[in-house]
């Protein structure tokens, strides 16, 4: 079945450095979203991608959807505190009609 | 408000009771969703529908079974014979049937078997 990797597991930073979780998936995907969970919450979306290529930015906040549509990327420039959380990647392949999400990325920010 | 109520948060239950999860939305979404999360794990999906009265076993439906009986209702029933139970389960809907289109998440209903 398909399967979507997620790395790091885990990223701590100091305030202010950037951070970026990569997500490969083992199939083609026919879009790809990404939430964020912050702890003790439940996962919010953040966004979704469906183009080859696509490139998304949302403030401090870039997306990126691959070439081949197999693998994204979500890059944070300058964390802030308020960026602690868990970061889940989701993907959509095939005719199943059923995200299959990343294991996550847990950041944490030292102030 | 729109959106989607879990109940209850938290619910303690002794080995062999089956539990059953609320879980309600008034978005008018069409499909529903049950995820289980478990720590350091990604969503797991347990059934989802898309339609009244239709619904599809996802990855780790053993154990587990669903009614869609009403387009706003999607209850969970965790049965004696899920053998791992204490997890985080978690309600999503989406307006759009087929995966698209983003899922809104419920609070969660955090289960423990005593």
């Known amino acids: 079945g398909q399967q979507v990797m997620q790395i790091p597991q885990y990223q701590h930073v100091q305030e202010g450095e950037d951070f970026t979780t990569y997500c490969n998936s083992s199939t083609t995907l026919s879009n790809i979203q990404w939430y964020k969970q912050r702890p003790g919450g439940h996962p919010v979306f953040l966004i979704q991608?469906?183009?080859?290529?696509e490139v998304k930015k949302q403030k401090r906040l870039t997306f990126q959807f691959g070439e081949a549509k197999k693998n994204s990327s979500l890059h944070i420039t300058a964390t802030q505190t308020t960026d602690v959380g868990t970061y889940f990647c989701?993907?959509?392949?095939?005719?199943?009609?059923?995200?299959?999400f990343g294991k996550g990325t847990l950041l944490t920010v030292n102030p | 408000d729109g959106g989607i109520t879990q109940s209850p948060k938290y619910l303690f239950r002794k080995e062999g009771q089956n539990v059953t999860l609320s879980c309600e939305q008034n978005?008018?979404?069409?499909?529903m969703y049950w995820y289980r999360q478990d720590p350091g794990q990604g969503l797991r999906l347990i059934y989802y529908?898309?339609?009244?009265?239709?619904?599809q076993k996802g990855d780790i439906a053993e154990g587990y079974s669903v009614s869609r009986e009403k387009k706003e209702s999607f209850p969970l029933t965790v049965t004696s014979a899920q053998k791992n139970p204490t997890a985080f389960y978690l309600c999503?809907?989406?307006?759009?049937?087929?995966?698209?289109?983003?899922?809104?998440f419920g609070e969660g209903s955090r289960l423990t078997v005593l």
């Open positions: 999503a809907s989406s307006i759009y049937r087929g995966g698209t289109g983003e899922l809104f």
């Open positions: 529908s898309q339609i009244v009265n239709d619904f």
């Open positions: 978005l008018n979404h069409d499909a």
């Open positions: 991608l469906v183009k080859s290529g």
């Open positions: 989701a993907g959509l392949g095939g005719s199943n009609y059923k995200l299959t």
